[in-house]
């Protein structure tokens, strides 16, 4: 048996025009019933439509139970692609009396929760605290014989209250008394470490598709299940199969993505150099305030993966032509890639394109709207296009 708790969810992406019912506890259980016979016990927050969507489930797996602390509001997360930080309704810090879930049991994941808390004595815990504002850490109130965290880096840096890797590690070891720590690095992959010395590089999958949202519950529940199931397998073997089941799931949004060493997921590993020493340049419009703001989006994402970003709106602005052109020529030849906005075909935006091409740089094409064909002039470019958002973007790292 796997216990799960967790949030039960709307989740809304606008760039990919998707709604569905999930959350990370939710997608958690969907996920491992879909992969394996295992008996699923889920403890969540709900209101009465989450509910009837929870007995719906059972209705369709026989060995899914749950168990539900009542609530009014059924939380919504709208994403404007999925890369983006979510706009949340209600406000889950205007949300009065959170119920906590109190479970004691053998296997558990733990996902933290936005509409209420949770307090655990368990043996094996994989906990995921799912946010970097104000994490809740999990020896606060709970206590487990075996723990293992997953985080990104965010999340490490403000449950740690550290800047530092070595001093984000110690406290994990040190604090929280960690059977290990998972950090995770987006499109490059993540590190394993087993104490505060030894640690492992667990790699990402290239894939053609990026379907982000849930990406990070799949990574942590068939990490979960690799540890609690798979006894001969080492927590190396564990996260690398994790990673192997998250690209198939980025690629096609489907939940059954179990893989094995016989049977290897077909994506080639992004063996990432350092990232931070890599510049995109940012082709764009920058008229209209929907521009900008697409703009600044794109711009914060790049950033969020770490590396430096050239943009003509950020970095040059407004002002006389010459100066501007001779800024973004400049701009231009300091970076390794560029990644353009084609909707529109904005004059200036083809220039910075055609200017890219005659240098040889390698160019990512993003829009939902343009004719490929009318791009006569880009054919010889080194260019790929795509019309999902996150998509391209991740494209954009891994051609680096």
């Known amino acids: 048996m796997i216990n799960i708790i967790g949030g039960t969810?709307?989740?809304?992406?606008?760039?990919a025009n998707t709604y569905y019912i999930f959350g990370s506890g939710l997608r958690s259980v969907a996920f491992i019933l879909e992969n394996s016979e295992e008996e699923i016990v889920f403890y969540t927050i709900a209101n009465k439509?989450?509910?009837?969507?929870?007995?719906?489930?059972?209705?369709?797996?026989?060995?899914?139970?749950f168990e539900i602390k009542h609530s009014n509001d059924l939380l919504t997360f709208k994403y404007f692609y999925s890369l983006d930080n979510?706009?949340?309704?209600?406000?889950?810090?205007?949300?009065?009396?959170?119920?906590?879930?109190?479970?004691?049991?053998?296997?558990?994941?733990c996902f933290g929760m936005l509409d209420g808390n949770f307090q655990i004595d368990a043996k094996k815990v994989v906990y995921d605290p799912q946010t970097s504002l104000n994490p809740i850490r999990f020896n606060v109130n709970s206590k487990a014989t075996e723990l293992i965290y997953i985080?990104?880096?965010?999340?490490?840096?403000?449950?740690?209250?550290?800047?530092?890797?070595?001093?984000?590690?110690?406290?994990?070891f040190d604090v929280e008394k960690v059977k290990a720590l998972i950090i995770k690095n987006g499109p490059s992959g993540a590190n394993l470490y087993l104490n505060k010395e030894e640690f492992h590089r667990i790699p990402?999958?290239?894939t053609e598709n990026v379907s982000k949202i849930g990406s990070g519950d799949v990574f942590t529940t068939s990490f979960a299940y690799y540890w609690f199931k798979k006894n001969d397998l080492s927590l190396k073997e564990c996260a690398?199969?994790?990673?192997?089941?998250?690209?198939?799931?980025?690629?096609?949004?489907?939940?059954?993505?179990?893989?094995?060493?016989?049977?290897?997921s077909k994506f080639d590993e992004f063996k990432s150099e350092a990232l931070d020493s890599k510049q995109v340049y940012l082709a764009a419009p920058i008229f209209s305030?929907?521009?900008?703001?697409?703009?600044?989006?794109?711009?914060?994402?790049?950033?969020?993966?770490?590396?430096?970003?050239?943009?003509?709106?950020?970095d040059v602005g407004y002002g006389d032509e010459q100066t501007i052109?001779?800024?973004?020529?400049?701009?231009?030849?300091?970076?390794d890639i560029v990644f353009s906005v084609l909707d529109g075909l904005d004059s200036g935006t083809l220039v910075e394109l055609g200017y890219a091409m005659s240098k040889g740089k390698k160019i990512i094409g993003y829009h939902r709207t343009v004719n490929i064909d009318s791009l006569l002039m880009l054919k010889l470019a080194n260019i790929k296009y795509y019309n999902d958002l996150t998509t391209s973007i991740y494209q954009t790292v891994w051609s680096l």
């Open 9 to 15: 969810y709307k989740e809304i992406n606008i760039d």
């Open 49 to 65: 439509e989450a509910e009837c969507h929870l007995n719906n489930y059972k209705k369709v797996y026989n060995k899914f139970n």
């Open 86 to 109: 979510p706009e949340i309704y209600p406000n889950p810090n205007l949300l009065k009396n959170k119920p906590t879930i109190n479970v004691s049991k053998d296997n558990l994941i």
């Open 151 to 172: 985080v990104n880096s965010n999340e490490a840096k403000s449950i740690s209250n550290c800047s530092e890797m070595n001093d984000i590690v110690n406290f994990f």
């Open 204 to 206: 990402a999958y290239k």
């Open 240 to 264: 690398k199969m994790a990673s192997k089941a998250t690209s198939i799931f980025c690629n096609t949004e489907s939940l059954k993505t179990f893989t094995s060493e016989t049977n290897p």
């Open 289 to 314: 305030l929907s521009d900008v703001i697409l703009i600044d989006k794109i711009r914060s994402s790049f950033l969020g993966f770490g590396l430096k970003v050239f943009s003509p709106y950020h």
């Open 325 to 335: 052109a001779e800024k973004d020529i400049k701009g231009l030849d300091d970076s």
